[in-house]
Structure formats: structure tokens, C-alpha cells
């Protein structure tokens, strides 16, 4: 009865093609790109297609006169169920509202609504030599919104930051309907210390719990004029993050630290894939380091790279250009592929996939991992951001098979845990979401409650997202 209230109140205010009810169509909307949707179906009871300030207050005004929850989203690309509907209501789809209102490139910016695309936003930009650096390696797909809301990092993170770094600026309407604009509201300065910083430090890698963000004012950077990077296969895994230290102490600066994991059973197999190169043996792991800037800066950083990882064991290959570089990602690809094809018949599922230990514990953190993986008598491909100590762990599992999904269940639960007990988080760049809401106060203790009173403080009858980040009071 609720929903069909619901339901009949949206068709009343809106356009007959901006509000999905088919059960067919909040289908759409039932999962992500993680593995949570494998054991639950959440389905919300409408979708509002939103593409103006004024739509987002509408749909705010009914949720609040009717108590029922507002999940924004995106494009869908998350992997925590942040933008899944765990107790119905409204799905508040913002993927379509995709204008870029302003382009400053004398500024270095740009203001855009939260549907816009990575990629639609580098286009833009490419004619000014300017580019968004974060890249969640989803740029076809991922949202300007979706990335602030999340606080998106990925491969080129290491140096340029998440984007956090990037946002100067959001239009944001809160639970009551107010539309605020933090960063300053006329300023379009990309550098700013007045008053407490309301969009960096509290709306951005909010998740949509506090508000719903309409408009991003984001700073983009100059493409740079060089790359390079050296594939260094190594034949002891354990001397990867000793190799990282000398080479940072160096004064090089990686734009990107990338690692995969190669499994005893999987060696042959990734081996096969990189046929074309001088293997060691064991292959242990493939690291790629990356560096990029100005031309005589990219040359002295990769020979003085490629001294230091002579002296230790394994092989390199080095390219030095972005051309070449282009063929060292994909050989890093076809490393993490042959990985994958450890265990023939599987499908791919991400799977506490997204922990962060201390540097000096990424190794103990992996043969955690694999210690779990063997005793759930699964397999998995492990890799990462190496210097940040982010790993992602990618499970091949067979999800028609229940008995084996109750066990994938609890090594998710298992390798969380492993992030804590080795000093480290859940969660690096995918957010907390409802996958790891429940582990809010064992991670953060007496700071779990300060952020429930933020949440309290702007979202009173709890309509925003409720369950994601916070524990929820019912699942």
C-alpha cells in the first residue's frame, strides 16, 4: 500500500518518463558491480530520472512527507551496494542529468551536473591540454557525482591524489530541501582556507547519507607531456616492497605502483600470456611502476628506477613513451588474466576487494588472503596499488553453487577482518556502502558515533541512504 502511495505521488509531480514502477525496470536498479547483490536482492519501489535542481526537491519533499528512503546513483559502477535500495523507497537516478555548464579552462576548471562521465569530461577538456588525473579505470561508465560521493581514487591516485584533491566546489540539496552551495558561492578559485571545509572534509565520500550532490565545481590538471615505466617480474615477492622503498628514497616519484599477485598454479598460465618476455623463475609477482611529468624528469626517474631494480631479483622491461607504456598495461592485463585462469569455469566477483594494510604488511596481508581463499576452497587474483598497500582481491567462484557461496560469504567477513588486525582499513577507494557498514565501530570505535551524529544533525528522519556507511538499525 505504501509503495503504491509512493508510486501514485511521483507520477502526480513528475513527467510520465521520469518515473520507473515495472517491475522490470526497478530490476534495473537491484544491483552494482560488487558481489553483495549475489546474496541479496533489494529492489526500491520507484526510480525518479532526475535532470534539474528542482526534480531532486521534489523528490525530497515526497520522501520526507511519506518517511520513505532516497538512494541516489550513478552509474551503477560501485562495488559496496551504496547505491542499493536495502529498504525500498526512491532510487534517485542522476546518470542522465550529464550538462557541463561551465568550461574554465583559464581557470582550470569546470562545473558540471553529477551525470557527466569521466571520459565525456576529459573530452571536453582535451582541446585545453587538461584532464581529470583520479581514474577509477571506469572512465566510460563512472559519474562526476558518483566519483565525488565516493571520493574516487584509482592507478594515478598515488601522485595526483583522490578527488578529494579535485572538488572545489559542490551545489548539494540537503534532506529539507535547502540547496547549499559549498566552496564559496561565487568563488572560482582552486585554492580556498575560509570557513570549515564543508565539501572536502564532510559531502565528498559521503555516499549520498547527507544530501544529494546537483553540481561539481572540478579543478583539472595539464596532461602531462611525458611517460614512462619499467615491468619488473619479480622472483620473490617478499623483496617487492623493499624495491618500492629504495626507489621512492631516490627521490622518484611514481605516478602509478601497480601490482599482481601470481599464485604457484597460476604461474604457468600467466607465463604462457607473457611469452614474449624473460620470465625468472619462480614468477613470484609483476609490478609496474609508471612516472610521467616533463621529458628530461620521466628519463632521469626511470633510469635511475631501472639501476635500482637491477639489483634485484628478477627481470625488467622498460618503455619510454606513452606508446610503449601502453603495451606494459596491457601485459600487466595479461598477467592478471592468466591469474584468473587459475580456476577454469568461474566468474570474476570482487570480494572484500578493496582492504589497505601498511606497506610494510602487504605481504603478510596476501598470503592472508590466500590462506582464506584455500580454505574456502576457492581461488582468487590478487593485485592493487602497491605503495598505498590497496588490495584488491577479485574471487573466481561459481555463484550457482550454494554451498560454496555460504563459505565465499564468510572469507568476505575474513578478509575484513585481516585488514584490521593488520593495522589497516576495509576500504581504500570503493567506500563503505552496506558491505562494510557493520564494521564501522570496530574500525573507528568513539569516531562511529561522531559520524552518526553528523548524519543525525542533516538527516533527522534518516531518508538519505540509510544503512550505508553507519550500521543500520535493522538490515
Known amino acids: 500500500m505504501a509503495s503504491k502511495l509512493l508510486q501514485k505521488k511521483l507520477s502526480e509531480e513528475f513527467k510520465r518518463d521520469q518515473v520507473l514502477t515495472a517491475k522490470e525496470e526497478l530490476a534495473c536498479y537491484s544491483y552494482d558491480s560488487g558481489i553483495y547483490t549475489l546474496f541479496h536482492y533489494f529492489e526500491p519501489d520507484a526510480a525518479v530520472l532526475a535532470k534539474s535542481v528542482n526534480d531532486v526537491i521534489k523528490t525530497l519533499a515526497i520522501a520526507r512527507e511519506l518517511k520513505v528512503p532516497v538512494v541516489p546513483r ?181 605516478s602509478a605502483c601497480e601490482f599482481v599477485l601470481v599464485q604457484p598454479s597460476a604461474e604457468g598460465t600467466v607465463a604462457k600470456n607473457l611469452s614474449d618476455l624473460r620470465l625468472p623463475s619462480p614468477l613470484e609477482m609483476v609490478l609496474l611502476m609508471e612516472f610521467e611529468g616533463n621529458l628530461p624528469g620521466v628519463a632521469w626517474e626511470l633510469n635511475r628506477a631501472k639501476e635500482i631494480a637491477a639489483s634485484f631479483a628478477g627481470t625488467s622491461t622498460v618503455a619510454e613513451s606513452r606508446e610503449q607504456m601502453q603495451r606494459l598495461w596491457f601485459l600487466l592485463d595479461e598477467a592478471e588474466g592468466g591469474v584468473m585462469g587459475s580456476r577454469p569455469g568461474t566468474k570474476r566477483t570482487p570480494g572484500g576487494e578493496d582492504i589497505v594494510v601498511p606497506p610494510s604488511r602487504l605481504i603478510e596481508a596476501l598470503d592472508g588472503i590466500q590462506q582464506l581463499v584455500g580454505k574456502a576452497g576457492v581461488a582468487c587474483v590478487n593485485f592493487g596499488h602497491a605503495v598505498f598497500g590497496n588490495i584488491h582481491t577479485g574471487l573466481l567462484i561459481k555463484p550457482d553453487d550454494a554451498e560454496e557461496m555460504k563459505k565465499v560469504e564468510t572469507l568476505i567477513d575474513g578478509i575484513h577482518a585481516l585488514a584490521l588486525a593488520l593495522n589497516g582499513s576495509t576500504t581504500g577507494e570503493h567506500g563503505t556502502g552496506i558491505v562494510r557498514s557493520p564494521l564501522l565501530t570496530q574500525e573507528h570505535g568513539q569516531a562511529a558515533e561522531m559520524m552518526r551524529r553528523v548524519k543525525n544533525l542533516f538527516d533527522p528522519d534518516n531518508i538519505m541512504n540509510p544503512g550505508k556507511i553507519l550500521p543500520a538499525d535493522r538490515r
Do not use: H
Not at 570557513?195 to 590538471?221: C, H, P, Q, W, Y
Open 74 to 254: 550513478g552509474a551503477g559502477t560501485g562495488q559496496a551496494g551504496g547505491a542499493l535500495a536495502p529498504t525500498g523507497g526512491i532510487c534517485l537516478d542522476l546518470s542522465g542529468w550529464k550538462d557541463i555548464e561551465q568550461v574554465m579552462p583559464e581557470d582550470y576548471q569546470a562545473f558540471v551536473r553529477p551525470g557527466v562521465t569521466l571520459d565525456e569530461l576529459n573530452k571536453a577538456f582535451a582541446p585545453y591540454g587538461l584532464y581529470l588525473p583520479p581514474d577509477p579505470s571506469s572512465g566510460s561508465a563512472c559519474t562526476i557525482g558518483g566519483m565525488a560521493a565516493n571520493n574516487t581514487a584509482g592507478q594515478r591516485s598515488l601522485k595526483y591524489g583522490a578527488m578529494d584533491r579535485f572538488v572545489m566546489g559542490l551545489e548539494v540539496v540537503l534532506p529539507t530541501g535547502e540547496v547549499v552551495t559549498l566552496g564559496g558561492k561565487q568563488a572560482r578559485v582552486i585554492k580556498s582556507v575560509s570557513g570549515l571545509d564543508m565539501k572536502t572534509g564532510l559531502f565528498v565520500g559521503s555516499e549520498g547519507i547527507l544530501g544529494v550532490i546537483t553540481g561539481i565545481r572540478v579543478k583539472m590538471a595539464p596532461v602531462p607531456p611525458a611517460r614512462a615505466g619499467i615491468l619488473f617480474l619479480s622472483a620473490d615477492k617478499k623483496s617487492v616492497p623493499a624495491l618500492i622503498r629504495e626507489v621512492y628514497k631516490a627521490g622518484v616519484v611514481f
